[in-house]
Each structure stands twice: as structure tokens, then as C-alpha cells.
């Protein structure tokens, strides 16, 4: 695997432009970074190495829980389909390490969405998130979750009326005078 390729897997998640956690693998990450994930297929990155590259990185070392939570758990419950994800399909497992590129690429991408989704921003949703312990991750998220059973026991809605396109700058004013 060559940098290029790896920077290019993460073009859409990190931003050279930007700082912290947001420009971890970029054009202008340090190449000890780049040449360590280089090696990720035949040497799975464990929790300690990940820290040690965000150390280099400048950015602040996760707990054992955040590891575990955007790495290691792939059953736990939250509140968007982490199955879902592109990267999922061609994750391998292993205990106590992230196996692919693939595979780091899935927790990071599960960050910037969580980050995004319940912060607003991708760093401080991880200055939020990076130091919490699995149990605390776990009771966060699922109080963002809905009960989608007692949604959809609440009953039928009601049916709506198409309203003429020429007549919909009266919804607006009507919504607004309130």
C-alpha cells in the first residue's frame, strides 16, 4: 500500500486544511504516521500504537473504551446503522487491533458522523467523545435513539392535502405570523 493510496481513502473524512483530529491522514501527516498504517494488513494497529500516532499527530489519545466503542464493538446498539457503513463489508475483526485500512477507515468515518450528527463539528465532537469510557459512549448514544416501536404504536397520522404550487407562499406566511 502505497501513502497516496492512503491519504486518497480518507480524502472525503480529513481535511489538510483544518486541525486536530480533522487533518489526521492528509498530505501533510507526518510520514512515520503514513509509513506505520503502510503496515496495517500485515501488523494490526493496536490501541497503544493508535495513540502513539495521535501523539505524533498532535492530537489527543482516546481511552480504551473509545477504542473499543469505534473499533472493536461491531454489535452494539446506536443510533444509525453502523453495519450500514461502506467499510463494514470488508472488515475482519481481530482482538485487540484494527486489521485494515478498511478497518480504520469504518471508525474514523463512525466518528465524523457521530461528531457531525450531535456536535456540529468534527473536532469537538471528538475533544467530547475521545476520553469517555465504552459504558459512558453506550448510556450518550442511546439517549439519542427514539423508542421506534412506541413511534410507530402511536396510531395513524393525518392525511395531508396537496396545496397548489401558486399558493404556497401562504403556508409561510400563515406559519409565521404566529
Not at 444509525?80 to 480504520?104: A, K, M, N, V
Not at 469537538?124 to 459512549?137: A, P, Q, R, V
Not at 393525518?158 to 406559519?175: A, C, E, P, Q, T
Request: proline share 2%; glycine share 6%.
Amino acid at each position: 500500500m502505497k501513502k497516496k493510496q492512503i491519504i486518497d481513502a480518507f480524502n472525503t473524512l480529513c481535511c489538510s486544511a483544518n486541525r486536530g483530529f480533522e487533518a489526521f491522514l492528509t498530505e501533510k501527516t507526518d510520514a512515520i504516521i503514513l509509513e506505520r498504517i503502510e503496515l496495517i494488513e500485515e501488523n494490526p494497529l493496536t490501541y497503544v500504537q493508535l495513540n502513539q500516532l495521535f501523539s505524533f499527530a498532535n492530537i489527543p489519545a482516546v481511552s480504551d473504551g473509545f477504542f473499543q466503542y469505534y473499533w472493536a464493538s461491531k454489535t452494539l446498539r446506536h443510533p444509525y446503522d453502523i453495519t450500514r457503513l461502506e467499510e463494514y463489508q470488508s472488515i475482519s475483526f481481530i482482538s485487540g487491533g484494527i486489521s485494515s485500512l478498511q478497518h480504520l477507515k469504518w471508525g474514523i468515518h463512525r466518528i465524523v458522523i457521530d461528531s457531525l450528527l450531535f456536535f456540529g463539528n468534527i473536532n469537538t465532537g471528538f475533544t467530547y467523545l475521545h476520553d469517555k469510557s465504552i459504558d459512558e459512549l453506550n448510556v450518550l448514544f442511546q439517549k439519542k435513539m427514539y423508542n421506534t416501536e412506541l413511534i410507530a404504536n402511536r396510531g395513524e397520522p393525518l392525511n395531508f392535502s396537496d396545496i397548489d404550487k401558486g399558493d404556497r407562499y401562504l403556508v409561510v406566511f400563515l406559519h409565521s405570523s404566529r
